[in-house]
């Protein structure tokens, strides 16, 4: 099990968040990765994502989210840059091909920039517009935009079964954004999208993430009443 | 000057745009990095941003945007991983130490996903709500999360000059993401992020590559009555 506290890799994670947001915190990714190669990590987990951030979690990470991942000296945030950290280690997760390992790239970035905050943006409008009666309208101008990307991201996929003909990290990370898509309509309007986020959640190493993920919540879960 | 129809690289970008998108067009990013090292790269240019795209451009780029970066063999989208493919050949853009090197890659994926899409998202209500009685609300939902990374940025870059002590693609990236705010009071609000943009925007690469785009939009300026 890549869970392994005397591991030299560490992962910051959250020791518990609300319902919502179970399994969809970013350190899934990283997770997944390392699982996907079997290189272990050491956990280290803060307080809730929307509770007060430890001075030492800020210096770390400016925003305040997880994960952070240290390798001896190194030290690094944002998912997509750990990612590729990692790619570097192991050509099951990015091809040694430069042409097939740029494609790779591609992929990530677009995952991160040009899909992401289209689905993220009908996300904040689901929940910071709660209760508002504009809001339906306001999901009304943005799913669009969204939907044009998934419609162009299904053409690129076509009936293949990764974006570049084997899983990389841009599968990895096109999954794991993919899935956190806040309206079912998103992805069913593209079978061959749904079955490609199906296949990517089908992997032991994604499942094997999620339950690590998943296993830090549960103990710490509050006492409720 | 960079721009060379003989050289091996090729950078896609629109033949004109609309006054609105010029200057912010995604080649920019591509030109101001190819500047900075004195790098030639060829032109290729398509019709407008709006108009149809040509199938060799949407085979190259899934959504049908620019910038394309090839060279030789390789075919590379998404702005971020052709800086990265751009980073590697030279130390004046992603520094060789790698602690050094990994915290640019942290900030490049940084200004890419955590600030510019709450950006990106003001931006968008700003133009597809244009009208709506509720544009002002909406934007109101939207502006605390823009206004919190920013000043969570502006906390992290405090005096110094960049982001890491340096110039690298981490500034490059994060400085056109800023100067894209769509509200001036924005940036304003952090005199140290205002002075940093100003500071990046100072540098003669990013003045070159702006001339470029825009010299290619004065080439194909449409007739007017």
Do not use: C
């Amino acid at each position: 099990m890549p869970v392994d506290p005397g591991s030299a890799i560490e992962v910051t994670a959250y020791e518990w968040v609300p319902p919502m947001a179970k399994g969809f915190v970013k350190d899934m990714r990283v997770r997944w990765a390392l699982e996907e190669i079997g290189l272990p990590y050491r956990e280290r987990l803060f307080g809730g994502a929307g509770g007060e951030k430890a001075p030492e979690h800020v210096a770390d990470q400016p925003f305040g989210q997880v994960p952070v991942y240290k390798e001896g000296d190194l030290s690094m945030f944002e998912s997509g840059a750990i990612l590729l950290h990692i790619g570097e280690k192991d050509e099951r997760l990015l091809p040694r091909d430069p042409a097939a390992r740029t494609r790779a790239i591609s992929w990530m970035f677009a995952a991160l920039n040009s899909i992401e905050p289209f689905i993220q943006t009908l996300f904040l409008m689901g929940f910071a517009a709660e209760g508002k009666e504009w809001q339906g309208a306001a999901k009304d101008v943005v799913r669009p935009f969204a939907r044009m990307r998934l419609a162009q991201l299904s053409t690129a996929l076509a009936d293949r079964e990764w974006l570049d003909n084997r899983f990389t990290l841009g599968d990895l990370l096109m999954v794991d954004v993919l899935r956190a898509a806040p309206e079912d309509t998103l992805l069913a309007a593209h079978p061959n999208l749904a079955a490609y986020v199906e296949r990517g959640m089908a992997r032991p190493a994604f499942k094997a993430a999620m339950a690590a993920q998943l296993s830090a919540f549960a103990r710490h879960e509050p006492a409720t009443a």
